[in-house]
């Protein structure tokens, strides 16, 4: 078939930054399976508090300190987030380095605190229906930590080789963006494990 | 085939020879009633638009063309448009019309069916892997009695029955009379049965419940008041001592034997909860949910092994001597 | 746009602009194309490649399946029959059902997606091509896993949906029910990993010029089934896993005497459950779209009241999962709310069931074997759509739920739905697939046997549901008046069966002695029929610029490209959401063996952890260093790419 040529895409970048590129919305579309099943396991919460008679079974609501110190931690953790992304959507090498440096500190840090957590409730996942369920909570959103904590160290070890340029600098917004989720999907999960009312 | 014309002809709505005692299509319930004009309705509604989109679809048969036409522009232009455009909102509009339609007169039907559930239920139905077991409810503990398989109600009073499991989901299922309810262990179910015609009516266990759930089948006797009144008076005594002396002999075996661990005959100190209530076992038509009719043979070959006859049941084989498998048969089925 | 990155030095690539055509096409053949060897199979990331992989193995699935189903028919066709005995009936349904959802249904409309979306957006691959591997290969395992599983006798037997407490830790006991469980884990990671692939291919990746409402509409079903996939599979994850864990280490999720409850597993399960049978078929509506604009040679009429079909079936799907529970005791209200919901998803059905006929009866149709398949999809799917207003009436559910009827009702959505435009499309693509034809005699052949062994198969099934035969029942007694139905149905299987024996038939032999079928044999179009036929690695010589719903049929004298893309590393053009103007040339991933790697790995970590909950903890750990030797680097031009 004969072709003419409308239009010459030669000028164009490499590689973008959010919304134009593939692999933030890669990214979002394993958030949104993500925070279904996030918001399934909020759905079970529920229903099997709606379908007992009393809630939680037999057990007061554990102790909430290592979950707030958590979701405080987690809360502040939002500003070296936001300042990595501007990093290094400014390329801004140095700045990166450190910040991801002291971000996966502080992802270590939430993950020491979740097994402090574990370590403080009562109920085990075998006690009965409740304890599976809170287990089940802060399992999930464990993964997610471990997950984002892993992928954050690769990123910082691959930020400090001869590979810290270019397309990276979208990877580390990508990684910062993630990181909003996780931080999100932990907010409706401190409140269903630690304050949701007694019934 | 040709020898099952009649039951296609019943779901024609027409009279039947063949014994379709589990069957939708042959009502002796009022719930059963209203479904059934309930679904012929839905049927040639529905029928009757399959029928029209099929004619359409004859209609782009005849316009084939043997060899695809040349493009051309006015192909892409989508001349007609609005003609099309109204065409296709008018059938959508018909589509919700018969749709709202249908919605409401299922919502009609549906109204006795939730209307009675707070009621009390007069009958426990247990569901089990794969039996089932039947309390008779009563003023006092003389009055309630338990047994098995078989379900007999009184001709035109509305029953209530529980329904509950004591393992896994059952769901009961009595087409001639009702559509059915889950039977979920931790959740109380009810449904309500009112038989019109005398009879007995078929049904079978609907929910996958394991190895066996093809036979688990219950046998609705629907009679009128005298004689169900009677039939209750004789299913609240106890079992009557034997007179016989191989039956005698029989019920020796019966209290001796690993039986008694597992099942009850009033009367005796054979007392076992794990499988069905034997104490009159001989009046009831069927053996093992509903395997094999009651007979001397039936009932000899179950208690040699009853998995030969329902392999996986629950219901160990017991070794009986043939002295003693004669004996204990006669004593059972003296049971009455 | 980022000004930084668009101020960074790029490196001196040659380009497709000036290029004769001869040296263009080699040039991006050898960028583009597989290395040799075994090695080159097992590293490839081409959709084209992936998606035949996956088409041939969701065929051998349907095999399988149809085996089982062809033992189903003879140990029903006569009452008490002892063809096979109730233990091993109870795998075979099972593994029926499992096998043709999980390892047919939807992968193989995800083989024809990852295949057929690229061509249709005219782009040279899918997104993330090596998450289309490591899809792939999770897949196979998981179907593997089944089947082997199945032939050790360590087969699931607690129906496709596995109800608890029966799967559950009192009454499953043996492994089979966490092989049930297992099988889902993976074949839902590959399902979603595909349907975030597809979303991205169709938002991103599309050719310059093709705004939202000029993809075509087999793309639009893709992609509507693609975040149905994205919002449906979590549920079935959530539910197999919660099994796994009350199986596995004692919590009670679903144990009613510790505060657990049965009844949240059947939430669970039909929330995915129902949305599942609109992931069949809603993918097949897009078949049926493409089959009818081809051969009635007209743009199908009502695009955008299509695509809003689409999109409205996707969204009342999620509302309808009640349906399949009205039998367990709800209450009134909330019983009615999921009447109406299950009523109200006729409306989108029936629009798009109008479009077509009015495009057919608009248009000039020329019939063939992809065309029959379509008119037998009408006459099968409309009819099982009708019993399926039946089935959203409560008393008629009550009556009918859990039956032949249900049995009957399933199969004509299903198969009427879905597998009558699979074949028709089969037929169809199969000259873009494989540069051949298939016969047209056989296909007429097939078409007849397909459509008469179906109905006396499965048309007697209603009314066997009517006279109260329950469905999985390994046999029946000779009091209930229900053996001629069964035995006529069995003799429907059997020509069901021979008319797949003969569609097999015909794909190999055309493959190999099929007339030559040129880019357009069919005359259609869409983009994929721009391509040679088969496709060549890079899909395109150039790239396209889209002006039209079908731009094969609006661009007939010349057809407009765009340049400036790198012939000498594999590039792709990224264009905006939803005007599809050119934004980024991105990098498109090399062949790698990473995604095998990974895949390995995960199948490990998945079996093992049904034997052992530390398998979980030190999987994980496993996955993620082959998920670093994954996304490292090989080379510096990578991090620019």
């Known amino acids: 078939m004969k072709t003419r040529t409308v239009a010459d895409v030669s000028s164009l970048p490499p590689y973008g930054f959010g919304t134009s590129a593939s692999t933030w919305w890669g990214t979002l579309g394993f958030c949104a399976i993500e925070g279904t099943g996030f918001a399934l396991a909020i759905g079970m919460y529920l229903y099997l508090a709606f379908n007992n008679p009393h809630w939680p079974l037999g057990f007061s609501r554990p102790v909430h300190w290592p979950g707030t110190v958590l979701t405080i931690l987690l809360l502040l953790s939002l500003i070296p987030n936001v300042m990595v992304d501007r990093a290094a959507r400014a390329h801004d090498l140095a700045k990166v380095r450190w910040l991801l440096v002291l971000l996966t500190g502080i992802g270590i840090l939430a993950i020491a605190l979740r097994f402090v957590e574990f370590y403080m409730l009562i109920p085990r996942w075998d006690s009965n229906a409740y304890g599976s369920i809170i287990w089940f909570l802060l399992g999930l959103h464990a993964t997610h930590l471990i997950t984002d904590v892993g992928d954050s160290v690769v990123l910082t070890a691959l930020m400090f080789t001869k590979h810290g340029r270019a397309k990276r600098f979208a990877d580390v917004s990508d990684n910062a963006f993630y990181w909003y989720f996780v931080v999100a999907a932990w907010l409706p999960i401190y409140y269903l494990v630690y304050w949701f009312p007694i019934l | 085939m040709i020898r099952r014309l009649p039951c296609l002809l019943v779901f024609a709505g027409a009279l039947s020879g063949c014994r379709d005692w589990q069957s939708a299509a042959n009502q002796a319930g009022a719930e059963a009633e209203r479904i059934w004009s309930l679904t012929l309705t839905f049927t040639i509604v529905l029928g009757l638009i399959w029928l029209a989109v099929m004619i359409a679809v004859a209609f782009v048969i005849r316009r084939r063309r043997r060899a695809p036409v040349s493009l051309n522009d006015a192909m892409l232009a989508d001349s007609g448009h609005r003609r099309n455009s109204w065409i296709v909102g008018s059938l959508l509009a018909a589509t919700a019309l018969t749709v709202a339609i249908l919605t409401a007169l299922s919502f009609v039907a549906q109204r006795p069916l939730f209307a009675g559930r707070a009621a009390s239920a007069g009958i426990r139905l247990i569901g089990h892997q794969w039996w089932w077991e039947v309390r008779y409810d009563g003023a006092t503990p003389s009055d309630m009695f338990t047994t098995a398989n078989e379900l007999h109600i009184p001709v035109g009073t509305p029953i209530r029955l529980s329904l509950e499991s004591a393992d896994v989901i059952h769901s009961f299922w009595v087409p001639s009379l009702a559509g059915k309810q889950d039977l979920i262990p931790g959740h109380n179910n009810s449904i309500e049965l009112l038989a019109q015609k005398p009879g007995a009516y078929r049904g079978q266990c609907a929910e996958f419940c394991g190895l066996q759930h093809a036979h688990m089948g219950l046998l609705v006797v629907a009679e009128p008041s005298e004689s169900f009144e009677k039939w209750q008076a004789a299913q609240r005594a106890a079992a009557a001592a034997p007179r016989e002396s191989d039956r005698a002999k029989g019920a020796q075996v019966f209290v001796s034997k690993p039986c008694a661990l597992c099942h009850t005959i009033r009367g005796t100190s054979a007392g076992g909860t794990v499988g069905p209530d034997l104490t009159h076992l001989g009046s009831r038509a069927y053996i093992g949910a509903d395997v094999l009719p009651l007979n001397v043979g039936s009932l000899a070959a179950w208690i040699a092994d009853p998995h030969g006859v329902k392999p996986g049941v629950n219901m160990p084989p017991v070794h009986l001597g043939a002295d003693e498998l004669s004996a204990v048969t006669a004593y059972l089925i003296g049971l009455k | 746009m980022p000004r930084a990155a668009a101020a960074m030095p790029r490196p001196a690539n040659q380009r497709d602009t000036g290029l004769d055509d001869a040296e263009l096409r080699e040039r991006l053949a050898y960028t583009w194309g597989r290395r040799p060897g075994i090695i080159g199979w097992l590293t490839t990331v081409d959709h084209k490649e992936i998606g035949k992989r996956y088409l041939a193995t969701a065929f051998v699935f349907l095999a399988l399946g149809g085996l089982l189903a062809a033992i189903i028919r003879l140990q029903l066709a006569r009452p008490e029959a002892h063809v096979v005995g109730p233990d091993l009936y109870n795998q075979i349904f099972t593994v029926h059902g499992a096998n043709m959802m999980f390892l047919f249904a939807v992968p193989v409309m995800q083989a024809f997606s990852m295949y057929l979306v690229p061509l249709m957006v005219g782009t040279r691959n899918i997104a993330f091509g090596k998450v289309g591997a490591f899809s792939y290969w999770i897949y196979l395992a998981g179907g593997v896993f089944l089947w082997v599983s199945f032939v050790l006798d360590i087969g699931p037997d607690v129906g496709w949906f596995a109800y608890v407490p029966l799967s559950g830790p009192q009454y499953g006991i043996g492994k089979r029910a966490d092989v049930w469980a297992q099988m889902i884990t993976f074949t839902e990671v590959s399902s979603m990993a595909v349907a975030v692939e597809t979303i991205v291919t169709v938002f991103k990746h599309r050719a310059p010029g093709m705004t939202l409402t000029q993809i075509p509409l087999f793309v639009w079903a893709m992609l509507v089934t693609a975040f149905m996939i994205i919002f449906a599979m979590p549920a079935v994850m959530v539910a197999s896993t919660s099994l796994i ?108 069931i109008f479009c077509w006929l009015v495009t057919l009866l608009t248009g000039t149709p020329v019939i063939r074997t992809p065309l029959l398949f379509v008119f037998g999809f009408f006459f099968i799917f409309v009819l099982g759509g009708m019993t399926g207003v039946m089935v959203a009436s409560i008393p008629i559910d009550l009556q009918v739920h859990d039956t032949y009827f249900v049995v009957a009702h399933f199969h004509y959505v299903l198969i009427g739905g879905a597998v009558f435009p699979l074949i028709g499309a089969t037929y169809y693509w199969f000259p873009k697939i494989t540069g051949r034809m298939m016969s047209e005699r056989l296909g007429v052949w097939n078409f007849w046997l397909a459509f008469i062994g179906f109905n006396v198969a499965f048309f007697p099934m209603h009314i066997l549901g009517i006279l109260g035969m329950p469905r999985r029942v390994y046999t029946y007694q000779t009091d209930v008046g229900w053996d001629g139905l069964n035995l006529l149905s069995s003799a429907g299987a059997f020509i069901l069966a021979a008319s797949f024996a003969l569609f097999f038939f015909n794909m190999l032999r055309s493959a190999r002695v099929g007339p030559l079928a040129g880019p357009n044999p069919w005359g259609a179009g869409t983009l994929e029929w721009l391509a040679a036929s088969p496709p060549p690695s890079h899909n395109f010589d150039h790239i396209p610029f889209v002006t039209h719903a079908t731009p094969l049929w609006a661009e007939r004298e010349s057809l407009p490209i765009v340049t400036g893309i790198s012939v000498n590393t594999r590039e792709i053009l990224i264009t905006t959401l939803a005007d599809a103007r050119p934004e980024i040339r991105e990098a498109s991933p090399d062949s790698s063996i990473w995604p095998l790697i990974a895949a390995i790995a995960t199948t490990i970590a998945f079996i093992a952890s049904i034997f052992s909950p530390w398998a979980a903890v030190w999987g994980s750990a496993l996955i993620g260093v082959t998920l670093v030797g994954w996304f490292w680097p090989k080379s510096m031009k990578e991090d620019e790419e």
Not at chain 3, 297 to 323: E, K, N, Q
């Open chain 3, 245 to 352: 864990l009350d199986r596995l280490i004692g919590t009670h999720f679903f144990n009613q005497a510790e505060g657990g409850s049965a009844i949240l597993f059947q939430h669970l399960f039909w929330f995915f459950g129902h949305p599942e049978v609109y992931i069949i078929f809603i993918p097949a509506t897009g078949m049926v779209s493409a089959i009818i604009e081809t051969f009635s040679r007209r743009p199908v009429f009502g695009h955008v009241a299509v695509i809003i079909s689409l999109v409205g079936t996707g969204m009342l799907a999620f509302g309808l999962w009640v349906h399949h529970m009205f039998a367990t005791g709800l209450p009134e209200l909330g019983a009615s709310f999921f009447t109406i919901m299950s009523m109200l998803i006729a409306i989108p059905s029936g629009l798009q």
